[in-house]
């Protein structure tokens, strides 16, 4: 028994880490399954989470040399963080080079998430370039450590740095990583970049919406542009792009402590603004 579990009457256990929580249950047919990470009563299930769960599904059907390096999923009902999900696996493609997969992931018979991802074989020799540069912060071991939901984030530490724009209730930049180590494995690994690449939100930037937290998100995109260690620090930086239609989308990237971009996202949520406080602030 891992002792980093906790046991529920004796029986039901439910992952306290990231590892554990991509540990799912290889089944027939490119089905598999992830267990329930609650015993607590019905509440909703992390989109980071299932995300990274149906990368995991689809890395585990892939060639061996095949690194994941983008995602694209669509969040379409609440999750419940009690139930089990089941992970279905359409092979689109194995190429000579890449991998197409998409993953459906199902609790009872609705589809919580799918997602379209793409893997390839690495080439070490291409040349390499980024437009963006590490924004001056403080580094982590200079911070202290931020609060978060541990029944959504697990193992995950966050530490805050200042930051000279303002926000309104959650960080829209943070130092993030994995304290459990995962495995010594390039797509276990993006699986973790993907769990944490939705712990923030470039919303909380965006003007007049300050109901902002976690949002509900409807759909979101990681580009992995390169290996990282989710064990290590990484930095991720969001900023808003558009509201509209009660919907607003942000994009942002992740970067390593030695000002390397791993990852880029982009994502939209939806919000809601009160009608007479949007009439109040229009008209002045």
């Given amino acids: 028994m891992s002792l980093t ?13 990231v590892a554990e929580v991509l540990h799912i249950k290889a089944l027939p047919h490119d089905r598999f399954r992830a267990d329930p990470v609650s015993v607590t ?24 040399d095949r690194v994941a390096h983008s995602i694209h999923g669509y969040f379409l009902l609440a999750g419940d963080a009690s139930a089990p999900i089941e992970l279905r696996v359409e092979r689109d493609r194995d190429g000579g080079r890449y991998s197409g997969r998409r993953v459906t992931a199902v609790q009872g018979d609705g589809v919580i998430f799918s997602m379209s991802c ?33 029944s959504r984030t697990f193992d995950v530490e966050a530490r805050v740095p200042d930051d000279t724009r303002p926000w309104y209730r959650w960080p ?5 990583r994995i304290r459990e180590p995962l495995a010594d494995d390039p797509n276990m690994r993006a699986c973790g970049v ?27 995109a990681v580009w ?24 607003g989308m942000y994009s942002g990237h992740l970067y390593n402590t030695q000002g390397t971009i791993v990852a880029t996202l982009a994502q939209e949520s939806l919000f809601d603004i009160p009608r007479a406080r949007a009439e109040t602030r229009s008209a002045t």
């Fill in 5 to 17: 579990r906790e046991v529920f009457d004796g029986e039901q256990l439910t992952p306290t880490t």
């Fill in 118 to 150: 793409s893997f390839s074989r690495p080439k070490p020799d291409a040349p390499e370039f980024q437009a963006a540069e590490l924004p001056r912060v403080q580094r982590p071991d200079e911070l202290d450590t931020h609060q978060l939901n541990a």
């Fill in 224 to 247: 992995l542009h390169r290996g990282a260690d989710p064990n290590d620090w990484l930095l991720i930086d969001l900023d808003p792009i558009a509201t509209a239609g009660g919907r």
């Fill in 172 to 176: 829209a930049r943070m130092w993030l």
């Fill in 194 to 220: 993907v769990f944490l690449s939705d712990l923030c939100t470039g919303l909380s930037r965006a003007p007049q919406i300050e109901q902002v937290g976690l949002l509900p998100s409807v759909d979101h």
């Fill in 41 to 64: 009563g019905r509440r909703t299930i992390y989109g980071g989470q299932v995300a990274a769960q149906a990368l995991r599904a689809a890395s585990l059907t892939v060639p061996e």
